[in-house]
């Protein structure tokens, strides 16, 4: 079965073509500056990138291009819209009305749409992407994997805030967590190439967005983002864990709004706000490189607070059998991976320093054979398992 996988941003909209029987990607692309003025993607498998620069006011006109860019005559991947028998939509907030994927009807759409105040920036977008694929593709089966699913199997002390408790009943405030398609794939290629599936896993997602997930036995049992993905582990531009009142200090000294204040915590802080350099991890490795204090520092406390994060949930589950790395920083960054296996010694753990140099394999063992932890690399696919979850729920 041949299933569209769409994935969108509030100005974006990222794709994928899979074969779901060869599980082979049979093309790709993003949209970009949608509303803005526009741009298309498109690349099929083996060939070449296009980039086309066309007006794009909304997110059905994107989708269209790209509809047609798959069914274009010379360079499509397929010869007519019929092939493509379901698609797969992400969608970030299912708040605590979705534990799992869902085949999406308009009574589904109306409830996703209740989620809306828990991702006001996403979920519309994510709304407006699906109802376009529905306008263009009618009768096509589409299926909506939310984010959040995968870790509402997490106990109430896991997740409620040390908040009133009626905001938890009025507003259903409490910590949801995000990456969970994420987290779901790796723990359980995890599970299956370990041939075990009572395994204590904590799965690092290090990617410009970071989380960490515990996960027992094939469950979320806790999880560093929270009501919001702002939540955690120091990111490239987002803040992860603070004291709540430096909210209100920073409004107070650099006469900033509640908006103000988040724009600094979302889009100034992390590793870019530390170090001055970048966001990205390959630049800050270059300036480290240069002997840069701060751009040192700023990995140095990125890789701390993912270790502290380890330490934790390996008390959560009273003990841990694998650590496994994954995403853009998880799967590339060794100088990362040597930092934070190197203070989880205590538990037992012997990393291989060798093996942790290696890159680019799906899945493989970063500790000695006699670590009484075992740390894994594994590539993530979340487009995979989108894909895979709209086929079990279309047949
Ligand atoms: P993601 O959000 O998963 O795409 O991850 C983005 C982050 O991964 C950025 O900080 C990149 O610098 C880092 N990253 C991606 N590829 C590499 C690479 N080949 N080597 C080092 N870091 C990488």
Known sequence: ?????????SSSLKYQVIDSDSEEVLAKGLCERIGIDGRLVYQKTGEDKEITDAPMPTHKEAIRMVLD???NPKTGCISGLGEIEAVGHRLVHGGEKFAESCLLNEEVLKTVEECN????????????????????????????VFDTAFHQT??????????????????????????????????????????????????????????????????????????????????????????????????KKEGLDIPGVMNVLNKKSGVEGISGVSSDFRDLENAMEEGNERAILAVEAFSYRVAKYVGAYAAAMNGVDVIAFTAGIGENTVSVREKVLSTLTFLGLTLDVEA????????????????????????????????????????
């Open 1 to 9: 079965m041949k299933v569209l996988i769409v994935n969108c941003g």
């Open 154 to 251: 997490m106990p109430k002390k896991a997740y409620i805030y040390g908040l009133p408790y009626e905001y938890y009943e009025k507003y259903a405030l409490r910590k949801y967590g995000f990456h969970g398609t994420s987290h779901s794939f790796v723990s359980k290629k995890v599970a299956e190439v370990e041939g075990r599936d009572d395994l204590k896993i904590v799965v690092c997602h290090l990617g410009n967005g970071a989380s960490i997930c515990a996960v027992n036995a094939g469950k979320s049992v806790d999880t560093s983002m929270g009501l919001t993905p702002l939540e955690g582990l120091i990111m490239g531009t987002r803040s992860g864990d603070i004291d709540p009142s430096v909210m209100e200090f920073l409004a």
């Open 69 to 71: 860019a798959l069914v």
């Open 356 to 395: 942790n140099k290696k890159r680019g394999e799906d899945y493989m063992t970063i500790t000695t054979p006699d670590s009484k932890v075992k740390a894994v690399v594994v590539a993530t696919n979340e487009e995979l398992a989108i894909c895979r979850e709209t086929v079990r729920l279309v047949k």
């Open 117 to 144: 105040d828990l991702a006001p920036l996403h979920n519309p977008a994510n709304l407006i992407g699906v109802r376009a694929c529905q306008e263009l593709m009618k009768d096509v089966p589409m299926v909506g």
